[in-house]
């Protein structure tokens, strides 16, 4: 397992989201990353941003507390929605090794952010912020997945680019 702090690693920009210092990956998906990167144009950028969370930290501990206030609140704002609430606020395989991440697009140099207030931003935001750049996002969801990275199915996870890498059987 390889812990990247903020900045730039192996040719791929790393930002932790708040509020980690850094994120941890494994080495063949950073490697899967690295050959997806290289697969776009130098105006599109992936920046990882979460990976493996270690569930009995105390960053742990903060995510479990937040995810249950979370879900609270989105059932709140979305009573419409839960039965996303497993799929939005799951670990989906971030306590379970390094494979599992999120990634998020820099385009010339800009972070390009569908989710502007997280898992709270409604459908219809999402949808129309995305539709801006959707061949951009195409193209990047298109490179993960020729590099052997799944994307997670639900549309806002999506949006976040949450992503697992499975190694092709020979």
Sequence with gaps: MLVLPKGESHGIMVAPRWPSSE??????????????????PPSIELLLVRGYEDKSSRLGFFRTL????GIKV?????PGRKDEVGEIFGANGHDVDGSHVDV???????R?????????????RQRARAAKYLDVV???KDALKQ?????????????QIHCDYKPRKA
Excluded at 23 to 40: M, N, P, Y
Excluded at 66 to 69: A, D, E, H, V, Y
Excluded at 74 to 78: K, P, S
Excluded at 147 to 155: K, Q, S, V, Y
């Design 23 to 40: 994120v941890a990956i494994d080495q063949e998906t950073l490697h899967k990353l690295v050959e997806a990167q290289s697969t776009l």
């Design 66 to 69: 937040s995810r249950w206030l």
């Design 104 to 110: 998020s697009i820099v385009l010339k140099g800009k």
């Design 112 to 124: 390009l952010r569908f989710l502007p207030f997280g898992v709270f931003t409604s459908l219809t």
């Design 138 to 140: 195409d193209r990047v």
């Design 74 to 78: 989105f059932c709140a704002c979305y």
């Design 147 to 159: 590099c052997g990275f799944d994307i997670h199915r639900n549309e806002t996870e999506s949006l």
